[in-house]
């Protein structure tokens, strides 16, 4: 499957409607976001069932800003709408393989007792 040019308007309807959801976020003036690019391209076409999506910082600011991109390339990935990973620099093709592996693995269930732990905590 192609990368998807994720923007302010298509943002939350593509990750509400896909069950993994990876997001570059990236510039054109990053030389890391250009060498990381032909990478997370060449791996999107090893996983049709997974959006893998890209986010221009300079053109997207607030995306950026709402995600706190503070480096650039990051990576992130969505599952089931929840942020399960968010690491700034670029991957090799195994490490992002890696990383998808376990993110296909992840306890969905798990996680989502895991944040309501942590919110009840806060609210106490």
Do not use: Y
Not at 87 to 105: T, Y
């Amino acid at each position: 499957m192609p990368t998807v040019n994720l923007t302010n308007d298509n943002f939350k309807e593509t990750v509400d409607k896909s069950d993994i959801v990876l997001v570059d976020f990236w510039a054109e003036w990053c030389g890391p976001c250009k060498m990381f690019a032909p990478i997370f391209e060449e791996v999107s076409e090893k996983h049709p069932d997974i959006v893998f999506g890209k986010v221009n910082t300079e053109e997207e600011q607030q995306l950026a800003t709402t995600f706190q991109i503070r480096s650039i390339p990051t990576l992130m990935i969505f599952r089931e709408q929840i942020v399960i990973f968010a690491q700034p620099g670029m991957l090799p093709a195994s490490a992002l393989e890696e990383v998808i592996g376990k993110a296909r693995e992840l306890d969905m269930d798990h996680v989502r007792a895991e944040i309501a732990k942590q919110q009840a905590g806060q609210d106490a």
